[in-house]
């Protein structure tokens, strides 16, 4: 009990600092116009922005002031709330207080604050300041003290199989090595949890339903295994999420569910594609374009791009996955069509001597075009879209959108650009201590296939990532 509440008072005093000096920030930020990101940042030409190809600019003065301001704040707290709960006799009770070291595990230590996350949000004025509440994250920020630096990084997924249980969701990981016996075994396994969980009245269909969809899953991650590898990104997993109604059909998506089922799939690293001896469908070839000519737009995208703060790497990129009323996949435009994400790591450094003699990206990905998919049919966007003579699909569910390539990339030039200015930021902002370890600016589509910052009534349906590469 004493160790519980040693570390609520630790949060307690970071909390309380916080809000002290953020209402602080606020404050000035409202009175003297401070903290206002460039409006070519976040607004988008069907929003009345200005053209995605304009060139970036990094903000004023005052930009830089408020977020300094803002994570010397932060590190502030960070640093006066270093208490050290082993020092105080309180670590946790039986073995872990037990004077012999022998009765820990080897990788014990006391408890204490390793790690911090917070969220800058950006308003539709362009103001920014930290998200105390609801609303959508512009940036999140995670600050570490630096004995921790070297755990949990943000990557992808690396678990290649089994299932588990995360919150109210079973979640089943697999690769292209799971397949037979095996895999009937653990659809049996998800299908008796599923049944067990007490919410699916009609379980006649629902072995077979659960089949049918891990199958289509299987699917979908041959033609992401199918893309090829680059020098610089690769697509590496795939993320879908489903929900087992309760009538026991399956779902995509995450609306309306008894039971969540979230599947996996980790693509074995390996310099062969697949793309040309496997027969794909039509759907397969659709998220097989689409991943690989993202793929190739990051790879051009970082060979051209000269970071003005090289300490920091993009790392990860996660894109948001839809599926619109046609079945075809797509890249997500709002959070409420969100059936999955596929993630984007960069190349190995190890593999690139095995890539050097692989063949280079088919011609095929250069020119492949993939789709924008928003819940909403909005009149505005989709008057915008025809007047450009983008591609267009509306329903009474929603819209789709054809992407145009040169757009998208004009688009990954910009969210480097913007997570390069804060991560420049959080260079600066950096004690001996505690440090920001990583810059995830959040970013929305536009239905021409630029990128624009999330604000905080829109949504983030691509981050990027980006890591203190000497942390």
């Not at 950006?122 to 998200?131: D, I, K």
Request: hydrophobic share 45%; charged share 25%; aromatic share 8%.
């Amino acid at each position: 009990m004493n160790s519980l509440l040693a570390v609520v008072r630790v949060l307690f005093i970071v909390l309380v600092f916080l809000v002290c000096v953020i209402c602080d920030v606020f404050a000035r930020s409202a009175d003297n116009q401070e903290g206002r990101v460039p409006r070519a940042w976040y607004s988008l030409p069907e929003d009345g922005g200005g053209d995605e190809e304009l060139v970036f600019s990094t903000g004023d003065r005052l930009l830089k002031t408020n977020l300094l301001r803002i994570f010397s704040a932060q590190r502030q707290a960070l640093v006066s709330s270093g208490v050290d709960l082993a020092a105080e006799g309180l670590s946790d009770p039986g073995f872990l207080k037990s004077p012999v070291k022998n009765d820990r595990p080897a990788d014990w230590v006391p408890w204490r604050l390793a790690a911090f996350a917070s969220d800058l949000a950006v308003s539709a004025g362009g103001q920014v300041g930290v998200l105390a509440f609801k609303g959508t994250p512009s940036v999140s920020v995670i600050w570490r003290k630096r004995e921790k630096a070297h755990l949990d990084r943000a990557q992808a997924p690396k678990k290649t199989g089994g299932i588990e249980s995360l919150g109210t969701r079973t979640v089943f990981r697999m690769s292209e090595s799971l397949r037979g016996v095996e895999l009937d075994e653990q659809i049996e396994s998800i299908y008796r949890m599923a049944k067990a969980s007490g919410k699916v009245r009609k379980t006649k269909r629902l072995r077979t339903e659960i089949s049918q969809a891990v199958q289509k899953f299987r699917e979908m991650g041959s033609a992401v295994s199918a893309s090829p590898f680059s020098s610089q990104w690769y697509p590496s997993h795939l993320r879908m999420d489903l929900e087992i109604t309760v009538e026991g059909r399956v779902k995509w998506g995450t609306v309306g569910g008894a039971v969540g089922l979230r599947l996996e799939w980790e693509r074995l690293i390996s310099t062969k594609s697949n793309s040309k001896q496997l027969k794909f469908s039509e759907k397969q070839e659709g998220l097989l374009d689409l991943v690989g000519a993202i793929a190739v737009d990051l790879e051009a995208t970082q060979r051209a791009w000269t970071p003005a703060n090289p300490r920091f790497a993009p790392t990860l990129l996660v894109v948001a996955l839809a599926i619109n009323a046609q079945g075809n996949i797509g890249v997500a435009r709002a959070s409420g069509s969100v059936a999955g994400m596929v993630y984007f790591s960069r190349t190995p450094q190890d593999f690139l001597p095995r890539l050097a003699s692989a063949s280079s990206p088919s011609a095929r990905f250069a020119k492949a075009s993939w789709w924008l998919i928003d819940d909403k049919s909005e009149p505005r966007a989709f008057a915008f879209a025809r007047a450009g003579g983008i591609e267009s699909i509306r329903t009474k569910n929603g819209a789709s959108y054809r992407v145009a390539r040169e757009r998208f990339r004009q688009g990954l030039k910009k969210a480097f650009q913007i997570g390069d200015y804060f991560a420049a930021r959080a260079a600066e902002s950096a004690s001996d201590d505690w440090a920001i370890s990583e810059i995830r600016p959040g970013f929305t589509m536009s239905v021409g296939g630029g990128l624009g910052l999330a604000t905080l009534t829109g949504s983030a349906t691509a981050v990027l990532i980006l890591q203190d590469t000497k942390f």
